[in-house]
């Protein structure tokens, strides 16, 4: 698996970019909606500098964020010592990747793998172990790039050699916006896999559909950011939207001990 630690500082300034913060509201937004409101113990695996763990515990849960680069890690350290003290005690950081989770016997409300299933060469075995830790009753959590808008930001850029390209190929790979390799799954495919280990999978969302092909160096106001934000939130839900999405964010829900896994509402109304 690849060393994000290489790329650390731009991965960092890229979260803190508009463009990023859309991908992490997006998916907060939906993780929260879906956690119970009472602390509920959450595995981020392949935490990064620590973005989304410190969301989810700053909106009170209990996170152990786990990745396999020690300097990725090093980074959340420091942000949770400089910039989320007040977090320490929610918040565990452990060194491992998601080939080898030294969680043997420990189960977690919610399990989230956000932007890893792209750098491996096949979802099957990771999305197994991911949903060997999910507790009765609890969520995983996958952000994944999705397979079908392999070319669009490209054309959008106005790429449209590359575009056409990736297009007529059909290939399932092409460089991400780190200038890594990253290869694309289906929601469906994504859900069929965690149904296979006996979850029920949840709506799907796309992420970044109308914005996704901008440059980093986007900067709206606040109202404008807001009502991208909302545009975002409101297609994201819906087909053939959300198909053109760079990101698929799937969620599936293990029925509590004894039941079949009752219907659930529709967060988005």
């Known amino acids: 698996m690849t060393d994000f630690g290489s790329v650390g500082a731009e991965y960092a300034a890229h979260s803190h970019s508009a463009r990023g913060r859309l991908r992490h509201d997006l998916v ?3 993780l929260l909606a879906e956690l119970p409101a009472r602390p ?4 981020d695996v392949g935490c990064g500098n620590g973005e989304m763990t410190f969301r989810l515990a700053a909106a009170g849960h209990d996170v152990t964020g786990a990745d396999p680069s020690a300097r990725m890690l090093a980074e959340a350290a420091r942000r949770l010592g400089a910039d989320h003290s007040e977090l320490a005690d929610r918040v565990r950081l452990v060194e491992a990747g998601v080939e080898a989770l030294p969680f043997d016997g420990e189960r977690f409300d ?3 793998c956000h932007g890893v299933l792209m750098y491996l060469d096949d979802p099957a075995e990771p999305v197994a172990r991911l949903a060997g830790l999910v507790e009765p009753g609890g969520l995983l959590s996958i952000l994944a790039k999705n397979r079908r808008s392999i070319g669009v930001r490209e054309a959008l850029r106005g790429d449209y050699a590359t575009a ?6 059909g290939t399932d790979t092409s460089p991400g916006r780190l200038g890594l390799a990253t290869r694309g799954d289906t929601a469906e495919a994504l859900d069929r896999l965690a149904a296979g280990h006996g979850l029920t999978p949840l709506p799907w969302q796309g992420v970044r559909i109308f914005h996704d092909h901008l440059d980093d160096a986007w900067a709206p106001d606040p109202a404008t950011y807001e009502a991208a934000l909302e545009l975002e939130w409101t297609a994201s839900w819906r087909s053939p939207h959300r198909d053109i999405a760079h990101l698929v964010h799937t969620l599936a829900r293990r029925p509590e001990r004894g039941t079949r896994g009752p219907a659930l509402p529709d967060p988005a109304g």
């Not at 509920?40 to 595995?43: G, H, N, P």
């Not at 056409?164 to 190929?169: D, P």
């Open 40 to 43: 509920a113990r959450i595995l």
């Open 110 to 112: 919610a399990v989230c």
């Open 28 to 30: 907060a937004r939906r």
């Open 164 to 169: 056409r390209r990736l297009i007529e190929s």
